[in-house]
């Protein structure tokens, strides 16, 4: 079965930082887009930060300058480094991405930004 499992949410303080990784895992033979997105209480979804299956990457401009997106295709891995969290980046962030040319999301994990 294919599918994405994310890690490395919880809890940090305002300024601080954090490091997200999602890896794909099953019968996989096409990695294209891998990127993240997010949903705040209330509010929709929406994109983070994207890597293409070129390994460049697009960024939502709330977070350009703060956030990294990387990516290791030996591993069939995603990571979302962000910096200078503040409070209004606290939400659920899901992995996306595109495996044997089908759009998955994965599960989320819970990022919270409070003091």
């Known amino acids: 079965q294919v599918q994405l499992v994310e890690s490395g949410g919880g809890l940090v303080q305002p300024g601080g930082s954090l490091r997200l990784s999602c890896a794909a895992s099953?019968?996989?033979?096409?990695?294209?887009?891998m990127g993240w997105y997010r949903q705040a209480p209330g509010k929709q979804r929406e994109l983070v930060a994207q890597?293409?299956?070129?390994?460049?990457?697009n960024y939502a401009d709330v977070v350009k300058g703060r956030a990294t997106i990387s990516r290791d295709n030996a591993k069939k891995t995603v990571y979302l480094e962000m910096n200078s969290l503040k409070p209004e980046d606290t939400a659920v962030y899901y992995c996306?991405?595109?495996?044997?040319?089908?759009?998955?999301w994965g599960q989320g994990t819970q990022v919270t930004v409070s003091s």
């Open positions: 996306n991405a595109y495996l044997n040319l089908v759009e998955r």
């Open positions: 099953g019968s996989i033979f096409r990695v294209g887009a």
């Open positions: 890597s293409t299956g070129s390994g460049r990457g």
